[in-house]
């Protein structure tokens, strides 16, 4: 799970992280009442959406008069902003926070990942901050400094003095270094974070270190234990389609090509769409129905696949392990019965009662292409989506 700017510097503040000045709005007739509070010469308006890049796609505006905050507020309030990390369409700008300009000295990168690889918590730093880390990570990747923690283990004030120094960072600055760098591990330990970083992480003509930015991404397995963090969910910059899937324990991922995918298992789901590209075709979606699949969320399924206006067919590819193959059939008939089948569909069973399952359906009034062989039905549903 996403969260915006705004809610994460107030994460922040509250683990001892030093973050600018700022105002959240939701609508342009406060703006200069925002100005005002905060007391300065200089504001930076910035759109609060779920997506970085946002200063390349015009997110994030300076501005030297209160005039410049309202023609800027007006400008973003209402659209959709679009960004490298966006689709075509963009996402909604809702919020707006308005934030005081800053005396920057210089912009550094820093951030903390879950590194699958070494399997530890990883810290990511760099000299090199602002808008072009990606570059800077993929062009000069020795300019980013990693650093390894031990999930066993804990971040020393020692490490950070380290991590400090190679950021050649002196003085006071290695002190609130070192607090922001605990307070950002705390975070992440404490919270679930899959990801976390500032960027840039600021040092001012007046030696302070700033977090000018925020960005933090929560694992939504464990949102459980953390109902404050669950209540910062803005649904509207998510896709709706997902969204609604998200409800009956679906797992939806909308593409751009033509073929809807209906799986259960996500390894089984990325194999069945690897196999529709490699005989010619494109997956429409990405569509995990989970292991114990029911016939209430096969009908979403199949509704959520239909309303994409790209669709041509749809393969379904169930392997029965946890559930029979003769009751996933079921739901499907009980499914396409409900909401209706406009489209070729191939379904592919195999596992548990996958002959009776395919009789089933073989044996049925709707025009169901079966197919006990993967390669088969894969082939098969691009002939017909042709």
């Not at 010619?280 to 199949?302: H, I, M, Q, W, Y």
Request: proline share 2%; aromatic share 4%; hydrophobic share 40%.
């Amino acid at each position: 799970m996403h969260i915006h700017e705004y809610q994460a510097k107030s994460l922040f503040r509250k683990f001892n992280i030093q973050t600018p000045v700022a105002i959240l709005i939701n609508n342009t007739e406060n703006a200069s009442k925002a100005c005002a509070e905060l007391g300065c010469d200089v504001w930076v308006v910035k759109a609060q959406v779920h997506a970085g890049g946002r200063g390349k796609g015009g997110g994030v505006i300076l501005c030297h008069s209160i005039e410049e905050v309202e023609n800027a507020c007006n400008k973003l309030f209402g659209s959709n902003l679009v960004t490298p990390q966006t689709d075509a369409k963009g996402l909604p700008i809702s919020q707006i926070l308005i934030e005081g300009g800053q005396n920057i000295k210089r912009e550094l990168y820093l951030g903390l990942l879950v590194d699958r690889q070494t399997q530890k918590i990883t810290i990511l730093a760099s000299t090199e901050g602002g808008m072009d880390i990606e570059k800077v990570a993929a062009e000069s990747p020795e300019k980013i400094i990693k650093f390894g923690v031990d999930p066993l283990g804990a971040l020393t004030e020692d490490d950070c003095v380290s991590i400090a120094s190679k950021l050649e960072l002196e003085g006071e600055l290695i002190n609130q270094f070192t607090k922001t760098l605990l307070g950002l591990y705390e975070i992440f330990i404490t919270k679930d974070v899959n990801l976390i970083e500032i960027n840039p992480l600021i040092t001012t003509i007046d030696n302070n270190l700033l977090a000018l930015d925020g960005k933090i991404d929560f694992d939504d397995n464990a949102l459980y234990r953390h109902e404050d963090i669950a209540e910062l969910r803005d649904t509207s910059q998510e896709d709706e389609k997902e969204n609604e899937a998200s409800k009956y324990q679906l797992n939806y991922i909308s593409l751009d090509g033509t073929i809807g995918c209906m799986v259960n298992g996500a390894g089984l789901a990325m194999a069945t769409m690897d196999l529709i590209e490699h005989h010619g075709g494109s997956p429409a979606n990405f569509l995990d129905v989970g292991g114990g699949t029911t016939a209430e969320r096969v009908a979403k399924a199949f509704e959520l696949i239909q309303t994409e206006a790209n669709v041509r067919g749809i393969l379904v590819n169930i392997f029965g392990g946890i559930v029979r193959c003769d009751l996933i059939a079921e739901g499907i008939l009980q499914a396409i019965e409900k909401v209706g089948l406009n489209l070729p569909i191939v379904v592919r069973l195999e596992g548990t009662n996958a002959p009776e399952g395919l009789k089933l359906l073989d044996e049925s009034t709707f025009n169901i292409h079966t197919e006990a062989d993967l390669t088969q039905a894969a082939i098969k549903i691009v002939e017909l989506s042709a």
